[in-house]
């Protein structure tokens, strides 16, 4: 089962690859991930460098997958984190695989049911196998939680995105706020999702994606949109304090202080 399970991880890593590289290529109802990006421009959108992401994302993920077949057919010591997994690594990839078609075909609310879901099963991967509130061996750390950090950390701030674009779509007037009042609530609902992952979960690696995204809006509305791009830069500094607060007043924790610790013991 372990084998079946690490195979099939590393298939759906690929496929999830091959889609979102293939949407570039404009084939998927002639236009592109970016194009419809555009098209639905909202205010909480980043500027455009900061889905360059995905690249450390897909990389992560292809080492990671890589690094369970390995796993799985030497008879390596470090299985348990395939096992817990379980499905839900495969249906959080095949999810974002499904995410690229139903956005390019223009399906905006469908692609925010699925972005939700992606997330959910990225959480529950997360749940299932303790990460980040145990001491796990380095090779874990590195190759299982880092990727799962990075990939659930910028779904969660997507998230955000996908559904003030599909407001964008149905023309929704913003009720009682305006549309720069709604972009600085968003911004502070992925500063406080971000600062519990730091302290609930120890995830510094999911907030720090947080950072990136932040600064990313920051960069796109200097010198246009300055209340959001002041509140963007404002959250994205209190999620490096306390990322930085975090890390050290856990240092002993860390797999690097543990390891230098060991070299001069």
Same mark, same amino acid.
């Given at each position: 089962?372990?084998?079946?399970?690490?195979?099939?991880?590393?298939?759906?890593?690929?496929?999830?690859? #091959?889609?979102?590289?293939?949407? *570039?290529?404009?084939?998927? !109802?002639?236009?592109?991930?970016? +194009?419809?990006?555009?098209?639905? @421009?909202?205010?909480?959108?980043?500027?455009?460098?900061?889905? @360059?992401?995905?690249?450390?994302?897909?990389? &992560?993920?292809?080492? &990671?997958?890589?690094?369970?077949?390995?796993? #799985?057919?030497?008879?390596?010591?470090?299985?348990?984190?395939?096992?817990?997994? @379980?499905?839900?690594?495969?249906?959080?990839? /095949?999810?974002?695989?499904?995410?690229?078609?139903?956005?390019?075909? +223009?399906?905006?609310?469908?692609?925010?049911?699925?972005?939700?879901?992606?997330?959910?099963?990225?959480?529950?991967?997360?749940?299932?196998n303790d990460m980040e509130i145990w001491?796990?061996?380095?090779?874990?750390?590195?190759?299982?939680?880092?990727?799962?950090?990075?990939?659930?950390?910028?779904?969660?701030?997507?998230?955000?995105?996908?559904?003030?674009?599909?407001?964008? +779509?149905?023309?929704?007037?913003?009720?009682?706020? @305006?549309?720069?009042?709604?972009?600085?609530?968003?911004?502070?609902?992925?500063?406080?999702?971000?600062?519990?992952? /730091?302290?609930?979960? !120890?995830?510094? =690696?999911?907030?720090?994606?947080?950072?990136?995204?932040?600064?990313?809006?920051?960069?796109?509305? *200097?010198?246009? =949109?300055?209340?959001?791009?002041?509140?963007?830069?404002?959250?994205?500094?209190?999620?490096?304090?306390?990322? #930085?607060?975090?890390?050290?007043?856990?240092?002993?924790?860390?797999?690097?202080?543990?390891?230098?610790?060991?070299? &001069? &013991?």
């Amino acid at each position: 089962m372990i084998k079946k399970l690490a195979v099939l991880n590393f298939v759906s890593v690929i496929l999830n690859i #091959a889609i979102n590289f293939y949407a *570039q290529t404009g084939r998927f !109802n002639n236009t592109t991930i970016g +194009e419809m990006s555009d098209k639905y @421009s909202n205010l909480f959108t980043p500027a455009d460098y900061a889905f @360059s992401i995905w690249g450390l994302i897909f990389l &992560s993920l292809l080492v &990671s997958s890589i690094f369970m077949i390995h796993q #799985a057919f030497t008879g390596g010591k470090h299985t348990r984190f395939i096992k817990n997994t @379980s499905i839900w690594f495969i249906v959080a990839n /095949i999810g974002t695989g499904l995410w690229v078609i139903t956005w390019l075909y +223009e399906f905006t609310g469908m692609s925010v049911v699925l972005m939700f879901f992606v997330l959910a099963k990225l959480l529950k991967l997360i749940i299932n196998n303790d990460m980040e509130i145990w001491d796990a061996p380095f090779k874990v750390i590195a190759f299982y939680w880092w990727p799962v950090c990075l990939y659930s950390g910028w779904i969660a701030v997507a998230s955000i995105a996908n559904m003030a674009a599909w407001l964008t +779509e149905i023309g929704w007037d913003g009720a009682l706020f @305006s549309e720069v009042e709604w972009t600085v609530i968003m911004i502070g609902v992925a500063v406080i999702i971000n600062l519990l992952m /730091i302290y609930i979960r !120890n995830m510094r =690696e999911f907030a720090a994606v947080g950072v990136w995204a932040l600064i990313a809006i920051y960069i796109r509305h *200097q010198g246009t =949109e300055e209340f959001i791009a002041g509140t963007a830069l404002a959250g994205s500094i209190l999620l490096f304090l306390n990322i #930085a607060y975090h890390g050290f007043k856990n240092r002993k924790q860390t797999p690097f202080y543990r390891m230098m610790h060991r070299e &001069s &013991s």
